[in-house]
């Protein structure tokens, strides 16, 4: 990326260009004449340059002692030109001749050094940013099966993003979304996956090796249905809105209620998440019971999840945690309650996993229960084991797998749904990276069709790879970086990439004697550091014992140190001070 870089410009109102002269003589006197007009006007200067709007500009400061010379000024008006059309570079040399004006303004920039400002690429914004624009050519996936574990606008939403990046399965995935939408109000959405299907079929009719799956031809808009059932859907939402009025009017909360909550699912029926999302938080007001508070919460947090408004979602499922019938039963939960927990924390996982919170999000699917995991608005059962295992595999250490994952009887039975998943944590926690390594990439691209994980992938793959690489070497003192990269699948120049970039992070305390490719943990002092562990331990044991002492004299001497009254009366605290004050000379 090119340097930015700003130069300003002399302009003489009054000549029209600059005539260069060239002469070692010339460019001797023109020397001495500056110098004895800046020494004369430096005062002047700097009163002149107060009056002037360029002393608010930034400059570069030129060079006054360069042979190459630029033709004397003439006198007349300067203008120090700040816009970057009118800016030219011009050689770094002072003016030869100066009028008592120019001199004046040359002398004020000739000492203003301002350093270069370089705009450095954010690489790790680059990083992190997911990448949207990519294609998976070799999915593994049954659309039937994987369509048949979400309802409502969730199965519609990723089966839309299935078909926006694999050219494979786009065909089938429109179709299975558009007979789909047809058992809703969303005439919206219906156009629109009508129009994609369309497009769809244009595209592979011009590819000449195409295989086509069904009729080549996108099935015909159907119009009829689309006004129908738009009318439909206005004369159900007036008789619910009508129904609304007449139980307010009655001022029968539990009915108020109802109705909310009937014309919130109508406008999301419809699409329309907004006005949905308006209705079910406006039932809270009419909520009589917990049972209602959490249903509501629910509404809310189904509807925040599909706008994405993960703080909300956040929001929500801690109010839902905090009502009693949740909190107050922390040991014995019937089937109802723990249904509901296992939906909070579903979401609340979802909300930790989209802010880039890996490990909160493990913690959160970790926390679901197998029997009551019943949420397809949403996920299903296996997204819970593929998003909890991939984050605990992240940023867990081996203690931490070997305790919330293998020996967890729990999420075990997640892990059954995806035996790829369980065969992946159970490789990497007995140090078979090639193996664990290996079938990641083989489920990559599986994971990239997902709505939700497919942002993560690849910073996901990368801390996995490195909480590898770091278990690999920990305890050894050298390691072959030959072996080590048969055993990561990868040349032993990427390795050293890798590895230099976990040393200069910190994660790796080694060096890398890149003639012989091997790697030299740094030594470190065992004794000493454990006998600064010591001395630390020790003040921290004398500090205690101190403070130990200190609060049983105050106890033993009934010291009471009272705040001063609002009337500026310091009696008491004063008599407690003085108090304090013989304890201490005692002590």
């Excluded at 260069?20 to 006007?41: H, L, W």
């Excluded at 360029?54 to 203008?79: I, K, M, W």
């Excluded at 970086?481 to 992070?505: A, C, P, R």
Aim: glycine share 4%; proline share 4%.
């Amino acid at each position: 990326m090119p340097l930015p870089v700003q130069v300003f410009n002399f302009q003489d109102s009054a000549v029209s260009e600059l005539e260069v002269s060239a002469g070692a003589e010339q460019a001797q006197a023109q020397d001495s004449e500056r110098d004895r007009a800046m020494a004369r006007d430096r005062d002047k200067s700097r009163a002149s340059l107060a009056q002037t709007s360029a002393s608010e500009l930034p400059c570069t400061s030129h060079s006054s002692s360069r042979p190459n010379q630029l033709s004397p000024f003439t006198a007349g008006d300067y203008v120090l030109s700040s816009s970057l059309s009118a800016c030219s570079l011009l050689p770094e040399v002072g003016p030869p001749e100066q009028t008592e004006q120019s001199s004046d303004i040359w002398s004020c920039f000739k000492g203003a050094v301002e350093p270069m400002q370089i705009d450095a690429d954010p690489q790790e914004d680059q990083q992190n940013a997911p990448d949207t624009n990519y294609v998976v050519e070799n999915p593994t996936l049954d659309l039937e099966q994987f369509a048949s574990s979400y309802s409502g606008l969730m199965r519609i939403e990723r089966l839309q993003f299935i078909a926006q990046h694999c050219p494979q399965l786009r065909a089938e995935a429109l179709k299975m979304a558009l007979s789909f939408v047809q058992r809703t109000f969303n005439v919206d959405v219906y156009e629109e996956i009508h129009r994609r299907l369309t497009d769809a079929k244009r595209q592979a009719q011009g590819v000449p090796d195409a295989v086509p799956d069904g009729p080549a031809e996108a099935p015909l808009l159907d119009t009829a249905w689309a006004e129908s059932t738009r009318k439909k859907a206005l004369l159900k939402l007036e008789k619910l809105d009508t129904d609304l009025k007449n139980y307010k009017g009655n001022s029968i909360k539990e009915s108020i209620r109802r109705g909310h909550d009937d014309l919130g699912d109508h406008y999301l029926d419809c699409g329309d998440l907004s006005n949905a999302l308006k209705c079910y938080s406006r039932a809270r007001d009419y909520c009589t019971s917990a049972k209602h508070v959490i249903n509501m919460c629910l509404n809310v947090i189904k509807v925040s999840v599909y706008l994405q408004n993960w703080s909300h979602v956040l929001s929500y499922v801690s109010k839902a945690e905090s009502t009693p019938e949740i909190a107050e039963q922390r040991g014995e939960r019937d089937s109802q309650n723990q249904s509901v927990l296992t939906k909070l924390k579903c979401a609340a996982g979802l909300a930790e996993l989209a802010s880039r919170k890996y490990k909160p999000a493990a913690k959160c699917f970790l926390q679901a229960s197998f029997d009551h995991c019943d949420f397809p608005e949403l996920l299903s059962p296996s997204n819970v084991a593929v998003y909890g295992g991939m984050c605990a595999l992240a940023t867990f250490d081996r203690q931490e797998l070997q305790k919330n994952i293998i020996s967890s009887s729990s999420f075990k039975l997640f892990l059954e749904l995806e035996p790829q998943v369980r065969d992946i944590i159970f490789k990497f926690y007995e140090s078979k990276y090639a193996s664990c390594l290996k079938l990641l990439d083989e489920m990559k691209d599986n994971l990239l069709l997902d709505l939700y994980l497919a942002p993560h992938v690849r910073t996901l793959y990368t801390q996995i790879r490195n909480r590898a690489l770091i278990q690999y070497f920990s305890p050894y003192v050298s390691a072959d970086m030959t072996k080590m990269s048969q055993s990561f699948n990868t040349t032993v120049l990427s390795l050293e990439d890798e590895l230099t970039q976990l040393i200069l992070e910190g994660l790796i305390n080694a060096r890398i004697d890149s003639h012989s490719k091997i790697l030299y943990a740094r030594d470190v002092d065992q004794r000493g550091h454990t006998f600064e562990k010591s001395v630390h331990m020790g003040k921290e044991f004398q500090r205690r014992a101190k403070a130990t002492i200190l609060r049983a004299a105050v106890l033993r001497n009934q010291i009471h140190v009272k705040s001063p009254p609002r009337e500026g009366n310091l009696g008491d605290l004063s008599t407690a001070n003085s108090q304090t004050t013989r304890m201490s000379s005692t002590m």
